[in-house]
T-cell receptor, first 113, second 111 residues
Framework: EDQVTQSPEALRLQEGESSSLNCSYT??????LFWYRQDPGKGPEFLFT???AGEEKEKERLKATLTKKESFLHITAPKPEDSATYLC??????????????FGKGTHLIIQP | DTEVTQTPKHLVMGMTNKKSLKCEQH?????MYWYKQKAKKPPELMFV???????INESVPSRFSPECPNSSLLNLHLHALQPEDSALYLC??????????FGQGTRLTVV
C-alpha cells in the first residue's frame, strides 16, 4: 500500500526565518509527486510537480526537491501570507481501481510577523 | 486558465433529501475527479472519470453516485446521506491524468 508521510505536522516560524518541510513516501511505482497549498475552507492550490530524483522546481520563495524516498519543500524568507497547510501527494501505478492522488496529512505552517 | 468551478459553495441537506453537486471545467482536461475532505484530514479519492471511463474507490458507499454528462461537466448525486458524510467535497481535473487542479469545494452539512 502506498504511504505518504509529512513532517512536521505543524511549524511556526518568524517572518524571514527559512525552513524545510519533509514528505517521505513508500510507493510501488512513482508516476509523480505534487505539492499543494491549502488555505482554510478552500481547495488545494497546485504548486509543483516532480517526476524524477534530482529534479528541482522553484516559485517565488518556495523550492521543491525530490530524491528516491522523499521530497522537501524549502521556504526562504517566508512572509505571513505564506501561512497555510502544505500538502504532498503522489500518483502511482495503482494496477487497477480508482487512479488518483494519495495525499499526506499535511504540514500546517504559521508565519508570525 | 486553471479554473475548476464548483456549485454550490455551501449545502445543507436532511438525511432524506436528494441533492447534486456540480463541477465544470473548460480547459479541455479529459480526467475529472471527486475527492472528499474531512476537517483536518487530507483529501481522499472517491471517483475518477478518465476518457469516459468511470473508476470507483471501493470504500465509497452507494449513496454517492457520479455522473459525467460531457467531458466538461461532472456531477455528484447525493441520496440518503448520513451526518458523517458532512465534509468538503472537492472536484479536480487533470490534463494528463496525473497533476490535478482543484476547485474551491462544496461545504456539505448533513442534518
Amino acid at each position: 500500500e502506498d504511504q505518504v508521510t509529512q513532517s512536521p505536522e505543524a511549524l511556526r516560524l518568524q517572518e524571514g526565518e527559512s525552513s524545510s518541510l519533509n514528505c517521505s513516501y513508500t510507493v510501488s511505482g512513482l508516476r509523480g509527486l505534487f505539492w499543494y497549498r491549502q488555505d482554510p475552507g478552500k481547495g488545494p492550490e497546485f504548486l509543483f510537480t516532480l517526476y524524477s530524483a534530482g529534479e528541482e522546481k522553484e516559485k517565488e520563495r518556495l523550492k521543491a526537491t525530490l530524491t528516491k524516498k522523499e521530497s522537501f519543500l524549502h521556504i526562504t524568507a517566508p512572509k505571513p501570507e505564506d501561512s497555510a497547510t502544505y500538502l504532498c501527494a503522489v500518483h502511482t501505478y495503482s494496477g487497477g481501481g480508482a487512479d488518483g492522488l494519495t495525499f499526506g496529512k499535511g504540514t500546517h505552517l504559521i508565519i508570525q510577523p | 486558465d486553471t479554473e475548476v468551478t464548483q456549485t454550490p459553495k455551501h449545502l445543507v441537506m436532511g438525511m432524506t433529501n436528494k441533492k447534486s453537486l456540480k463541477c465544470e471545467q473548460h480547459m479541455g482536461h479529459r480526467a475529472m475527479y471527486w475527492y472528499k475532505q474531512k476537517a483536518k484530514k487530507p483529501p481522499e479519492l472517491m471517483f475518477v472519470y478518465s476518457y469516459e471511463k468511470l473508476s470507483i474507490n471501493e470504500s465509497v458507499p452507494s449513496r454517492f453516485s457520479p455522473e459525467c454528462p460531457n467531458s466538461s461537466l461532472l456531477n455528484l448525486h447525493l441520496h440518503a446521506l448520513q451526518p458523517e458524510d458532512s465534509a468538503l467535497y472537492l472536484c479536480a481535473s487533470s490534463p494528463t491524468g496525473s497533476e490535478a487542479f482543484f476547485g474551491q469545494g462544496t461545504r456539505l452539512t448533513v442534518v
